[in-house]
């Protein structure tokens, strides 16, 4: 596609929901990336894909949070039993995965647990 | 990981030049230095990369002093549009950077 593609855009849920998110990155790029976004802060490193493999999950704020590619395409961003704190928007980017090359982002999925 | 330092916000007025300073007193020799503009509702979108010197684009241009300790996003003749938050991350892309963490960055007020 053209450019890195989330959905949705928006969530609600309730707590104790689980809720899947999705990231399309752009084709052909080897990383890819999820971050987090409170409300006015910045950007909070989650999980970074090379290929399929995760080589870094330590951004994971919990154990309900997981996420996993395939095909070297689409990712997917789990959280498990949800709760207040969890919402935020859930930013994905990929890369081509070379050394300095630059992040494309997506816009988002804002979730929101009532 | 080097961490970065940035002023939280700014203030200009369309026309100006605006030249925003972040310091990486820790930066590896390895490590790129890259700046992301983001506007609300958006995800960010990368503006300039460099690793020494001058870098300049389209958009904007990045200076950089020998020592590298330091760095200094330049946009030119500001409009309303460029009112967002700007970023700057150090790192390299194929150790570090993913782990990144983009802290509160600036955020920019241009005015009429």
């Known amino acids: 596609g053209a450019g890195v593609s989330q959905s949705p855009s928006n969530k609600v849920t309730e707590k104790g929901k689980d809720v899947e998110l999705r990231c399309d990155p752009i084709?052909?790029?080897?990383?890819l990336y999820w971050y987090r976004q409170r409300l006015g802060q910045g950007l909070e490193f989650l999980i970074y894909?090379?290929?399929?493999?995760?080589?870094?999950k330590s951004g994971l704020p919990s154990d309900r949070f997981s996420a996993e590619r395939t095909g070297e395409s689409v990712s997917t961003l789990t959280i498990q039993r949800t709760q207040q704190e969890d919402s935020a928007v859930y930013l994905c980017?990929?890369?081509?995965?070379?050394?300095?090359?630059?992040?494309?982002f997506g816009s988002g999925t804002q979730l929101s647990v009532l | 990981l080097a961490k970065t330092t940035q002023p939280i916000s700014m203030d200009s007025y369309e026309g100006q030049e605006v030249n925003i300073t972040c310091s990486h007193n820790?930066?590896?020799?390895?490590?790129?230095i890259t700046w992301y503009q983001q506007f609300p509702s958006q995800g960010p979108r990368f503006i300039i990369q460099?690793?020494?010197t001058k870098v300049t684009n389209e958009v904007a241009s990045l200076f950089i002093p020998a020592d590298r300790k330091s760095s200094t996003l330049s946009l030119p003749r500001v409009s309303l549009s460029d009112t967002a938050v700007y970023y700057c991350?150090?790192?390299?892309?194929?150790?570090?950077?993913?782990?990144?963490?983009f802290g509160t960055g600036t955020r920019l007020l241009v005015s009429p």
């Open positions: 084709s052909g790029h080897t990383a």
């Open positions: 820790n930066i590896a020799t390895n490590d790129y």
């Open positions: 980017a990929s890369s081509l995965g070379d050394r300095g090359e630059k992040l494309f």
């Open positions: 991350l150090v790192g390299d892309t194929l150790t570090g950077f993913q782990k990144l963490v």
């Open positions: 894909f090379q290929g399929n493999s995760a080589p870094d």
């Open positions: 460099g690793y020494k």
